[in-house]
Every structure is written in C-alpha cells, then in structure tokens.
C-alpha cells in the first residue's frame, strides 16, 4: 500500500492551499485517516483526524481555518487550508491504517510528506 500526498507548495499569508493524498494497492478498507505536520526543529504533531464514518478532530492551532474530509470510494484524503500563517509552514504527511485485502490486518502507513511554505 502507498499513499501519495500532493498540493503543497509557496502561498502568502492568509492564502488557502488543498492536499490531497491518494491510497493504492491491496486495500481492503481505510479505517483512520488523518494529516501531521513537522516543522524544522520540531516534533511531528497532528494536524487533523477523520474517521471512516466521518468524524473529524483538529489542533486547536487549526480549528476554524483547515477542513479535513475523505473520498471513501476513491481512497483519498484532502486537507482544505485557509487563512494560512506563517507558522503553519512545515511538511504535511497523511496518515492512513489500512485493512490489508491479503490478510485483513490493520497496518498503519504515512505518506512521503509535502512541503507547505506560507510567506510572504
């Protein structure tokens, strides 16, 4: 299983951006899904959480300005952000536990990352 996350890049502040992070391969079901962020020097934290029956959780930093939501049927995450600041700059990562169709075992798996610079 893969996860491919995409739509990062350079916005200025107050700008909005949309990740999107696609899951391929042998899956059965997607239970958790959810976007982590780590900036240079820091921890990798948690941005948002969304079930598979849809219920969400943010970061309080968060809450108000990102929406996270999923694609059941496409396997896909996104992470709509809006009014960006500076300090939301860091590499994105999704994050998905994935019921394997080999085995229908629960294994965790993360994205590569993409890179969010909010600047102006």
């Known amino acids: 299983v893969q996860l491919q996350a995409s ?13 999107s992070c696609a899951a391929s391969g042998s ?4 239970n958790f899904m959810g976007w982590y962020r ?16 849809g ?3 943010y970061a309080n930093s968060v809450k108000g300005r990102f929406t996270i ?11 709509q952000m809006n009014s960006l600041k500076p300090e939301d700059t860091a590499v994105y990562y999704c994050n998905a536990g994935v019921v394997s ?20």
């Open 7 to 19: 739509g990062g890049g350079l916005v200025q502040p107050g700008g909005s951006l949309r990740l």
């Open 27 to 30: 899956i059965f079901s997607i």
């Open 38 to 53: 780590q900036a240079p020097g820091k921890e990798r934290e948690l941005v948002a959480t969304i079930s598979s029956g």
């Open 55 to 57: 219920r969400t959780n």
């Open 69 to 79: 939501s999923r694609d059941n049927a496409k396997n896909s995450l996104y992470l």
């Open 101 to 120: 169709d080999y085995d229908r075992i629960l294994y965790n798996y993360w994205g590569q990352g993409t890179q969010v610079t909010v600047s102006s």
